[in-house]
């Protein structure tokens, strides 16, 4: 059963330049029931202007590739650390780098964590669920309404 997208929801940004790599988050995010939308940039400026430019959009979190066309994804995430209304948005880094240079940068730069892309798609498909799940069902994200629930409002 595919879920349906709530509008009630916060979206997920995913900041990928593969189209592959995101039609592989959207089916991992439809096994595990997710129904947030997925907003895909596919380079750090697309990812600026859906976070700065877009008023009132509060994303759940965002999924960032390092390794993105012209300026990178550290750079960005740099960018958001220091912005006013930004910098407590959960960015998760999803990429094919496994150079511990790249991981430690990004964790000092603010990251909240690091997954390498797998090759095997099914293992890929089974880590992407797990994040989802993670982040949207067992952690209370910045901006969660909790008063009536005791839960976050993300299934």
């Known amino acids: 059963m595919t879920p349906l997208v709530r509008s009630d929801l916060p979206p ?3 900041v990928d330049d593969s189209d592959e790599d995101f039609d592989t988050v959207s ?3 439809r096994r595990a029931g997710i129904g947030n ?8 400026d697309d990812a600026r202007r859906q ?3 877009v008023p009132g959009a509060d994303y759940a979190f965002m999924l960032l590739d390092c390794n993105l066309p012209g300026e990178d994804g550290l750079t960005l995430l740099e960018e958001v650390r220091r912005h006013p209304q930004r910098r407590t948005l959960p960015v998760i880094v999803l990429t094919a780098s496994i150079n511990p240079r790249d991981r430690d940068a990004f964790y000092a730069a603010g990251g909240n964590a690091y997954h390498v892309k797998l090759v095997n798609f099914e293992d890929g498909l089974a880590n992407l669920e797990s994040i989802f799940r993670y982040w949207l069902t067992h952690v209370v994200l910045p901006g969660a309404d909790t008063s009536s629930t005791g839960k976050p409002l993300c299934p």
């Not at 939308?37 to 750090?44: F, S, Y």
């Open 27 to 29: 089916i991992a995010a």
């Open 37 to 44: 939308l997925l907003v895909h940039a596919m380079d750090a």
């Open 12 to 14: 997920i940004l995913v």
């Open 51 to 53: 976070l700065f430019a």
